[in-house]
């Protein structure tokens, strides 16, 4: 094997003097970091029971771990199950992992009643300090539940291919109206019979402009395409809520 | 000035104040066998209103009584009107947490009572919910509904009337969830259990007039000691 050719310095361009213009901090980007913002983004993912919510969020911690700061709450049916496979799962410290308990109804307190899920992102931001990114995931529920825009920025909604191909065509606000909608597991629709060009035509046709990511995490760990999604998120929100913003409510 | 709707807002099980989490001790009663049917319900439900429906209604009465403290009523001339009135509310807080024998219920009522705080700030931006008391925890739920009521001109008998009402209602609507119950008849069980609601309230209410240490104290050992027992439940549905 030949040896690798140490890499030539890259040119630098020549630079424009033809403005007269100064650099007050020559080393100092004047854009504020990623997600370095007043307040957390707030990420709502939800969707049916087993279509891999938990699973997406295990991978978004291990794709920001080292990149952001990062806080998460889980809103279960039954108790704190979500929370603690997320802290077996060790993706994330389980001082950044808060568990809410919703009495029968996921959905209603993502959505109508949302005290409680406030009260564990305040409480995260006390205890760990301030967050960049809150991805609150929502207990498994029907294709009807949304989280109220009282509570998240931005909301996921993540389907999966073993539900059946069907399931973008019924609709529903999660699959139609979701900032972000995941068809997960694509890696079983050999298996199930799901044809995923059926399911990107219906989501097309039930969600216009909106996005729909296929994804399969057996084959992306870090969930690339979520990832990057929500850092193009981060941008715009850190635009909208620069660092002088006050941070959340009283 | 009469403000029927907003009674019937502030009693609403649909107002965002969390209680939707809340079964009322009931879920612990019926894993323990005790409530099985329309009856078992029916007997739990007056006693929660004999128990934590008086003590809650009396203690928010109590709230809406300290919330009016106004100029006329401050003796001393180092007093200003809110710290009078903090002061009146940091006793009763004190005092409904010696009633309040179960450490698991001081922290649900605690954590209620910040529910409700956030939606009465949201709401009622000027109400003086400055003047509760700091405590780890928040202020019990009964202080907060007493300043809620208040700050929408509520009388202390719609005050105690709306905690009163949410003691049975709530637990009513997780037996409904927790034993398949006919929904139907559960709620003729409210109506009759109606004229009681309105005597607790009654009661609580001219119970705000005497000092904090003389309020009712009623209590249930046993919903204590089951209220401990599911707190460290693994599994459970509700918070309480």
């Known amino acids: 094997m030949p040896a690798v050719e140490p890499t030539t310095p890259p040119v630098t361009p020549p630079h424009d003097e033809t403005v007269p213009h100064t650099h007050p901090e020559p080393g100092v980007d004047p854009h504020p970091p ?108 029907n294709l009807t539940a949304t989280f109220s825009r009282g509570l998240v920025d931005r909301q996921i909604f993540v389907v999966d291919v073993a539900g059946g191909d069907k399931v973008p065509r019924k609709g529903g606000p999660g699959v139609t109206a979701a900032d972000l909608l995941v068809i997960n597991k694509t890696d079983l629709a050999p298996m199930v019979g799901a044809d995923l060009a059926v399911m990107d035509r219906d989501a097309r046709a039930r969600r216009g402009d909106l996005p729909t990511l296929f994804l399969s995490i057996v084959g992306d ?25 006050p941070v959340g409510p009283a | 000035m009469a403000t029927p709707s907003l009674l019937l807002l502030l009693a609403d099980g649909r107002f965002p104040a969390g209680a939707h989490a809340h079964s009322g001790g009931l879920e612990a009663a019926v894993a323990a066998g005790r409530v099985t049917d329309l009856p078992t319900l029916e007997a739990f439900l007056a006693g929660r209103l004999a128990t934590a429906g008086l003590v809650g209604a009396a203690f928010a009465a109590a709230a809406h009584r300290a919330a009016a403290l106004a100029e006329p009523c401050v ?89 009163a009402y949410g003691t049975v209602t709530g637990a009513a609507s997780a037996g409904v969830r927790l034993l398949g119950l006919d929904p139907y008849r559960v709620q003729a069980l409210l109506v009759g259990l109606a004229d009681a609601c309105d005597g607790t309230a009654a009661e609580a209410a001219r119970a705000a007039d005497d000092p904090p240490e003389r309020l009712p104290a009623a209590a249930a050992p046993l919903a204590d000691i089951h209220a401990e027992i599911h707190a460290t439940w693994e599994v459970r549905l509700f918070a309480s």
């Open chain 2, 75 to 163: 003796r001393s001339a180092a007093l200003t009107e809110p710290a009078v009135r903090s002061a009146a509310l940091a006793r009763l807080d004190a005092e409904l947490d010696a009633r309040t024998a179960a450490p698991a219920l001081r922290a649900v009522s605690r954590r209620q009572g910040r529910a409700l705080l956030r939606a009465g700030r949201a709401i009622w931006p000027d109400a003086p919910f400055a003047d509760l008391p700091a405590t780890p925890g928040g202020a019990h739920q009964p202080l907060v509904l007493g300043l809620l009521c208040a700050a929408a001109g509520l009388s202390r008998l719609e005050t105690a009337t709306i905690a």
């Open chain 1, 34 to 141: 990623l997600g370095r913002a007043g307040r957390a983004l707030r990420v709502g993912i939800g969707g049916p029971v087993g279509s891999g919510k938990t699973a997406l969020v295990a991978a978004l911690c291990r794709a920001f771990a080292d990149e952001l700061r990062l806080g998460v709450v889980t809103n279960d049916i039954y108790t704190t199950e979500d929370a603690d496979f997320l802290r077996r799962a060790g993706v994330l410290d389980p001082a950044r992992i808060r568990a809410v308990e919703t009495g029968c109804c996921p959905h209603t307190a993502i959505r109508d009643d949302i005290g409680a899920n406030l009260d564990a992102i305040d409480e995260l931001a006390e205890a760990v300090g301030p967050l960049d990114l809150v991805l609150v995931e929502s207990g498994g529920d």
């Open chain 1, 221 to 245: 760990p870090t969930a690339t395409s979520v990832a990057d999604w929500i850092r193009h998120e981060l941008a715009h929100h850190a635009a909208l809520h620069p660092l002088a913003a």
